[in-house]
């Protein structure tokens, strides 16, 4: 859990947010214990920006890899932020039983299973 977190702290580091300046950070544990990493990344058209969980989810997927344990979020922030609705939604679609950490810069983590988060999820 501790490399997880370690891992999106320094994907965080690589985070493209001029715009809101607020920095996130993702990394995302394969069933074959490989780690995929993503960060932020705005656009000046707003709308376009792109979350830290959906890039690390989507790295992993563009590799070959479906399978997710574990997800880890890094912020600066207190309490230790939460991904939003549409990145529980996209997490979800690789199962249910995903596990999200939940990481701040001071070393606080709060740790919930995605069908906590996410109530009836969407499935086809
Ligand atoms: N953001 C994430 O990367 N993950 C979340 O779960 C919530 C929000 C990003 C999007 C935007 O770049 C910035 O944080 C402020 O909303």
């Known amino acids: 859990m501790d490399n997880l977190i ?9 985070a493209y947010a001029p715009y809101s300046k607020f920095k996130v950070g993702a990394a995302v544990l394969t069933g074959d214990g490989k780690i995929f990493t993503g960060c932020n990344v705005e656009n000046s058209s ?3 920006s792109i ?29 230790p932020a939460s991904p939003c609705g549409a990145c529980r939604q996209v997490i979800f679609e690789f199962g249910d039983d995903i596990e999200v950490i939940m ?3 001071k070393g606080d983590v709060k740790i919930k299973k995605i ?10």
């Open 103 to 105: 990481a701040n810069l």
């Open 51 to 79: 979350c830290a969980e959906r890039t690390a989810i989507f790295n992993a997927v563009s590799a070959g890899y479906k399978k997710f344990t574990k997800i880890a979020v890094v912020t600066d922030t207190e309490p």
């Open 115 to 124: 069908d906590e988060l996410l109530k009836d999820g969407f499935k086809l």
């Open 6 to 14: 370690a891992e999106a702290k320094k994907a965080r580091e690589n």
């Open 46 to 48: 707003y709308g376009l």
